[in-house]
């Protein structure tokens, strides 16, 4: 068996595993019932939005390419030999989650990226596959003109590994419908109750807990909202909103319109 078919039945192998082993913890200890075709339309927007971005991605790399090109890529090479490993890891870390938070925050703030990110958002039910929900374009934008760490930092391939297994649990696993009682660490790492604060449908956790990572940075840049113990808001959109394969494709379009309407609305009201 070829190496690369190899490699793709493993990776496959791992991620049906870690789905499946998801499922089992939202099953045994969720925070909230997620209905049927709730969870199924995750599944549905994941599958567009991953199958479109790839198809895209070599136009993706070719511009990112072109940008680091003229730039000039890894102006900070990063020291390897010995402890200075970790230290180097720890910089890329901080760096990594200073850069999603800084970006999380544009795409609330500025209409065309709300657009697209909105998608994420309109979950109404928040589960493991909700971490792969974003729109399409969202991802081939980002990834074609932003790349920032690899114009930065000289990053040697075994660090570039570490990284995706330390971003892995707070990032992705942030997403889980599972009740962790974390008490007064919920402030150390990113978890599915911190991060579910951001997805909540309540005013005053609006654009709160926007961190990847380290909850801190939300601290420090005054966008923390510290949850209680037993605060574990519903979520989505106000008002809420259900994706279709069609909508998966041209949601900004049908959230522009929307927004269009309704200020049209309330300046004839």
């Given at each position: 068996?070829?190496?690369?078919?190899?490699?793709?039945?493993?990776?496959?192998?791992?991620?049906?595993?870690?789905?499946?082993?998801?499922?089992?913890?939202?099953?045994?200890?969720?925070?909230?019932?997620v209905p049927?075709?709730?969870?199924?339309?995750?599944?549905?927007?994941?599958?567009?939005?991953?199958?479109?971005?790839?198809?895209?991605?070599?136009?993706?790399?070719?511009?990112?390419?072109?940008?680091?090109?003229?730039?000039?890529?890894?102006?900070?090479?990063?020291?390897?030999?010995?402890?200075?490993?970790?230290?180097?890891?720890?910089?890329?870390?901080?760096?990594?989650?200073?850069?999603?938070?800084?970006?999380?925050?544009?795409?609330?703030?500025?209409?065309?990226?709300?657009?697209?990110?909105?998608?994420?958002?309109?979950?109404?039910?928040?589960?493991?596959?909700?971490?792969?929900?974003?729109?399409?374009?969202?991802?081939?934008?980002?990834?074609?003109?932003?790349?920032?760490?690899?114009?930065?930092?000289?990053?040697?391939?075994?660090?570039?590994?570490?990284?995706?297994?330390?971003?892995?649990?707070?990032?992705?696993?942030?997403?889980?419908?599972?009740?962790?009682?974390?008490?007064?660490?919920?402030?150390?790492?990113?978890n599915p109750?911190?991060?579910?604060?951001?997805?909540?449908?309540?005013?005053?956790?609006?654009?709160?807990?926007?961190?990847?990572?380290?909850?801190?940075?939300?601290?420090?840049?005054?966008?923390?909202?510290?949850?209680?113990?037993?605060?574990?808001?519903?979520?989505?959109?106000?008002?809420?909103?259900?994706?279709?394969?069609?909508?998966?494709?041209?949601?900004?379009?049908?959230?522009l319109r929307?927004?269009?309407?309704?200020?049209?609305?309330?300046?004839?009201?």
């Amino acid at each position: 068996m070829p190496s690369n078919v190899a490699n793709v039945i493993f990776y496959a192998a791992v991620f049906l595993g870690i789905v499946y082993g998801s499922r089992i913890l939202e099953k045994r200890w969720p925070i909230a019932d997620v209905p049927h075709d709730e969870f199924r339309d995750d599944w549905l927007a994941v599958i567009v939005s991953l199958g479109l971005s790839y198809m895209l991605a070599p136009v993706a790399a070719i511009s990112a390419g072109a940008i680091a090109g003229y730039a000039g890529v890894g102006w900070i090479k990063l020291p390897t030999e010995g402890y200075w490993w970790y230290v180097s890891l720890a910089i890329v870390v901080v760096a990594l989650d200073l850069y999603k938070y800084a970006y999380h925050r544009l795409q609330h703030a500025i209409p065309f990226l709300w657009a697209m990110h909105s998608f994420h958002h309109s979950a109404n039910g928040v589960t493991f596959i909700t971490g792969g929900r974003h729109f399409w374009l969202e991802r081939v934008l980002s990834e074609a003109f932003l790349p920032i760490l690899a114009i930065l930092f000289r990053i040697p391939p075994d660090i570039a590994i570490a990284i995706g297994f330390i971003f892995f649990l707070p990032d992705a696993c942030a997403h889980l419908n599972v009740r962790i009682p974390l008490g007064r660490y919920v402030t150390w790492i990113n978890n599915p109750q911190w991060h579910r604060i951001h997805h909540s449908v309540r005013p005053e956790h609006r654009d709160k807990n926007f961190a990847a990572f380290f909850p801190l940075l939300d601290i420090l840049f005054g966008t923390a909202w510290v949850p209680k113990p037993d605060e574990y808001p519903a979520t989505g959109l106000v008002p809420a909103e259900r994706v279709d394969i069609i909508n998966s494709v041209i949601w900004p379009i049908r959230h522009l319109r929307n927004l269009w309407h309704r200020e049209s609305h309330n300046e004839l009201g």
